[in-house]
């Protein structure tokens, strides 16, 4: 007899579940560079999508089978086993259920691991770790292995899902090596900024919404009083984690960068949810809040730790928002939960079981992970070569020029192909020497000194663009040609932080505007220039001024001095 | 006893309110300049993340606690009233559906303030307005206070959520003052277009579908026929509102400015949407769409008198939408609802009563955040610098340089720094003279004249492009460089609205065209080129002529003709 | 007597689904050019908006009135017919449900006619569908029709929405005829790429997200245990449709454009959800594995068909997806229908009465689709004029400059304005002629030989930029001026696809680096230049090399030698 309120709460959660799929996508397509976008987004819809069939055909029977020794489930492919009577829920939304978590813990890899794996090496990760590395420790906890029979407590998947896929990701990202230009010759870490952290900031909020679906779902009931308390409670657990956690990057980062860290804070949000998750059912929103505070800290220099000491590069701080703080979520359960936590009374063996399971759980998973990635690496290999690397993997692995066409510095037609290509030139062969007696050259002789054309170019700050046109307008000039440039110095500006480290800049956007005279003299030009830019501080600008050898009107056909006139 | 299908409904529309989230942070940043993107999506993340503590630690007690008069609900710190017995839905449920509620009030106020708010200001009102201002006058109407008492009938928060976040959306962009460049020195609106209409669109749609929690979310329940009836009811009216006023609103401006205004729209259906929500429940679906085509003009004018004539500077027209629209739809009540509304005979009773609660709450919110805003301008200041302000506040307030790394005009260093940099220098010092004596100066004038270059420099409009390229391969040139440039005119274009706000443009997108030619004559490149471009009009474009010293082809070291031969 | 569960079912159904036209609109727009974007969502909005009206006041009643002759329900103005005393659910909820299901068939044809459609003329066609077109096929299937009354099997609509959407998208874009550029002078099709691929994978993660609404929230009910049942097996199939069509398509354009396609993958996803969408509630998971991968199929060659034998110009591929697919998926249940289909021993009258439905409702459309686009192509016409259709539809349709106002090659005056503009010009008139003693001509005259100035320009790859701007620090020079440029070169680089299409590119992206010497010898420069780019392949780039007049620098008024000296 199935119950419809306990199947709607878990089918819906399902839904809501799958829908952090784009969330994550989002979060590690914004946290990356452009040309890597589509790669990414395609890593995130085929682990899903792969992660789905293999989860079905074989996953889910070696998961929820009946246990062999408490270490396998018995298999079951493409999941025929009978419905359970005693369930009141079908197996088949127990299966879309299960298969949306098995696909959560795969996908957080695809960022740590971004912007230089080769995709079909991705996509057989993804398959091995969804069809039998989760499943296995699954088992162990959530279908009646040897950790549910000790007692661990891991609710919604802190370790289950989160920790697997930061393990993953950190085996990942190490045997990859960092991309190139992330560490300088010293050592130093450099940023690598995102190319899009709105993007980046609506997989946070959309992930934030799915943990609504993961954590209360959990419950795989809406039936009873202790359990409708219970899923209510999880949502207001799983909120303030998370809210703490996030106010607390941003006072640290704040404390630490001089200014609130805007990605390191996206993350801070995504750590406190994954560590609430384990006990969110099992926790206070007091203790919600402490989770929430400590997984503040563990993010912040988590990442740090992993980024500047380990020297392993992790695009979007997978490891430290799914493995480090999954783990100290985990473990935090035997500290704060209500029933057996130690700031409540209990002794430490809940938290020593809980120590255990994150360390055989991490074990598993590291050594299988190992192993799968270093078989890859010998027999297909993991990374790019560097120039598909350099060129951005959209094109490279893809044939996809951009995801972003109409915003590269592009036309109409497109390509980042770095191969046959011919920048300038004029061909000459075979073209009849028409109309020589009026070529350019020989006018230009002609024309009288008192037509010389002078090119004004002049190189300033975008900031100052608008009272060098009012300046230009004043003294009669309407007409110029305005070109975003970036000038690079040797000093450097103030320092920023991306996610803990240091921006080196000395690319500096500025304006470039060009201005032909003929009659107006140069210097009229340039002191009106300089009096709209000068304030005395390095970074005024520099003026060059350029011979003219003609100007012509398409409209008119004038030449000369008579181009130059107003239309 | 709890129930199961009263809980369920309560937590999943709360989900769905809490991704009302991403809808404002969408539309939010969307309506507004990329420089500020950084700062606006952490408004909206930290607004939830303070207004979720601070509302669980004391704001749900002021709004639900036994009540004081008929003033203040009695303070509950850390919400740890017991169970009430007689809910059908446990405490916790309430906490979170309300705290949702809570932080969009607080979030409507982020986008009037975007582009010039000090972000330490910005955290310190949210948490004002979250802990004390919204909870107080919430309680009058939703926890038992005077106007529940006097039977005033606000759903699901059209003035109790809506225009408590538009009343200090006013208060708030009024104290900050213009954004630099909004209006001109005589006082005139200027249109400053938002980043990305998509991403605000997108917000729009987030919007929408979160509303679906939102209102019918409000009955609490999903018990009952006439429970059942009235859920169903509120999803019809609230669509139906949102349709009409969208379809309003796009007449509206397709008469007034001659063509339909696609900001103007998004904000015409969430004005439809947050007038339907006072009596969502309460008005037939005839009565809603009545509702949305009066909502349509409130917020068309309303803008369009807040921006023009009050002349208060609100980036994403969040007064108009929130505060103008909601306090209409309250009042509104008055007029629609089949039990009591004007056009269903009943008497002026009831408008009264809604008209009196619209002017109480929004005398409340105005003079407590006329405080607030005080008080914070006062000591820590409520407005970034004029230099911050300018160069965006990702850098200045987070030391971000961009959201959009990849989108700047950059190359794989970044910054907007402006203070300590040099464009273009060579620095001469110490470096040996080698191969003076192949210098190219000397070797240009050995160059004899049949291989003078020349440099074909064409400026033209960008649809022209592809025809100028065809015109010179058909006289068998194959190179050339092109650069998107602006160009600068005199001249007005024809009339553009954003927002029912003119644009001003004197700066176009044009194409540079540069051919470096040797034997091909520049006359015959000229003349190809006017072939191509002429049409007689104004903008046909113009060619510069210019001197080349000498060209060199790395690839091959050759130089002069020889460099510029096909590869 | 409502159900609780049942109506809840519904209305959640009902907003996921309503949801998808987020998931429409980014897919949409992000699949097309940026210069259409405005105008894009626009549609997506606003066919929902009018939709959502013209369903409410007409379209409801013609789909679900008491039915005349099996051919179209009783008109029921304002959908006030009283409530079906049997119905577990209230009238409202239905009416909700199925306006969500009209504006989806409404929406899918904007994608096929996107970027050169007038936006009166869409907006009176969704009207026309919305209102009439739609409700007269569905309710032969859904309405208790002929098409019911044979057993014609569409649970929840593959053939009813999508089918209908698509052979309207056929109509349509047949019609309006291929974009501008489309296709060559000799009919090659050329691939037009879309403007963010990123948001178009967020589009379909939220389309699969509403599939869940769309599919499960068919049944209408969750009460007993078949129901159930049905509810969870229906999530599973319509997860393993969408899942094994990606993966295949994703090999299919793996083999067959030697690369992993990104748009053609999305499509692939969506259009298993399509063909899933009829038998979702009647086959098993491995018949919609099945399905997914028939489908796979469909939609590459049916995308490739359409595009290169049909010419159709399909801009996102909504004919394949929705139209084909759709009419696949739905004779496919006559063949995996576990009760009646091929595979499980049934008879061919399934499969033949499947075969009839689909046949019938195309010809229905396509025959009222044809009239309604030909009468407003012969009226107000269908297609904007080709200068509208070249500067884009957000500027001629919505007066809106762009929707990415910062990304656009723009300072802070913005426009696309092509007519009234001009570009470059100095206006002589009534300046007198200051400072003339001190003009830069006369000056640079006196500047002595060897304070030549010249400038260096280099083009170059992008890849290549920070080897050369180390080789320049390496000789001394630390200011450079760095523009974003495009080459155009004769040759082909390697073929890149679009969702099947090759293309073509000769402008390649470039990097431009200048810089001006004085005492360093150009030489020098040059011969680290070549030293840092030198490959020996074609690419590499080019030197010019200009004579500079005179420099200035602004902040200390310096000239010539003086200007470059380091700061």
């Known amino acids: ?236 657990t799983t909120n303030l984690a998370a809210a703490v956690a996030a106010c607390s990057v941003l006072i640290i980062t704040w404390l630490r960068y001089k200014k609130p860290d805007v990605s390191m804070t996206l993350n801070g949000a995504l750590a406190g949810l994954v560590a609430i998750t384990a006990g969110c059912d099992a926790v206070s929103p007091i203790g919600a809040a402490f989770i929430g505070l400590i997984a503040a800290f563990v993010v912040v220099f988590g990442i740090e730790f992993i980024d500047k000491k380990l020297k392993i590069d992790d695009p979007v701080g997978a490891i430290g928002v799914h493995g480090m703080a999954g783990a100290a979520g985990t473990i935090l359960v035997g500290v704060f939960a209500l029933d057996g936590g130690l700031v409540y009374g209990g002794d430490a063996s809940m938290l020593g079981i809980q120590a255990l399971g994150v360390v055989s759980i991490a074990a598993w998973v590291g050594v299988t992970m190992l192993i799968t990635f270093t078989i890859i690496k010998k027999t297909m290999g993991l990374r790019v070569s560097k120039e598909h690397e350099i060129n951005g993997l959209d094109v490279s692995e893809h044939g996809l020029a951009s995801s972003y066409a109409d915003f590269m510095p592009i036309l109409n037609d497109m390509s980042i192909n770095e191969h046959d290509d011919m920048v300038v030139s004029a061909a000459p062969v075979a ?42 307008n004043a003294i009669g000039i309407t007409g110029m040609t305005v070109t975003h440039v970036l000038g690079c110095g040797m000093q450097k500006g103030s320092t920023n932080y991306y996610r803990g480290v240091e921006i080196e800049m000395n690319l500096l956007p500025k304006v470039q505007v060009e201005i032909v005279v003929c009659k107006v003299p140069v210097q009229t030009v340039v002191d009106a220039a300089i009096r709209a830019l000068y304030t005395g501080n390095i970074g005024d600008g520099k003026i060059f001024i350029y011979n003219v050898e003609n100007v012509i009107k398409v409209r008119t056909g004038e030449e000369g001095y008579d181009a130059l006139q107003d239309e």
Chains 1, 2, 3 share one sequence.
Do not use: C
Request: aromatic share 12%; charged share 10%; proline share 4%.
């Open 431 to 472: 073209i009849p020497s028409v109309s020589i007696e009026k070529a350019i050259p020989v006018e230009h002789v002609g024309i009288p000194d008192s037509q010389k054309m002078t090119n004004v170019v002049i190189i300033t700050k975008q900031s100052k663009f608008e009272e060098l046109k009012e300046a230009m």
């Open 1 to 236: 007899m199935f119950s419809s309120v306990d199947t709607m709460w878990v089918l819906i959660a399902a839904a809501l579940v799958f829908f952090m799929q784009a969330g994550f996508a989002m979060v590690e397509t914004g946290f990356t560079r452009a040309k890597n976008a589509g790669n990414i987004i395609m890593k995130n819809l085929m682990d899903f999508a792969f992660g789905s069939v293999v989860y079905w055909i074989i996953g889910f029977g070696l998961m929820f089978g009946a246990t062999i020794y408490g270490i396998i489930g018995t298999p079951d492919l493409f999941s025929l086993a009978p419905q359970n009577p005693d369930s009141t829920i079908p197996t088949m939304a127990v299966l879309i259920f299960q298969t949306v978590f098995a696909a959560t813990a795969a996908t957080i890899v695809s960022g740590a691991m971004a912007e230089r794996t080769k995709f079909k090496a991705y996509i057989i990760y993804s398959i091995v770790i969804s069809a039998i590395v989760y499943p296995i420790s699954g088992h162990w906890v959530w279908g009646g292995g040897w950790l549910a029979e000790l007692g661990y407590h891991d609710f919604a998947g802190s370790s289950v899902v989160h920790m697997v896929g930061g393990v993953a990701a950190l085996v990942g990202a190490k045997l990859l090596g960092p991309r190139i230009g992330k560490y300088t010759k010293e050592g130093k870490s450099r940023a690598i900024p995102g190319h899009s952290l709105t993007l980046g900031a609506l997989g946070v909020f959309i992930l934030w919404f799915g943990w609504f679906g993961f954590n209360p779902g959990s419950t795989l009931s809406a039936t009873g009083d202790a359990t409708i308390a219970s899923m209510s409670n999880i949502f207001v």
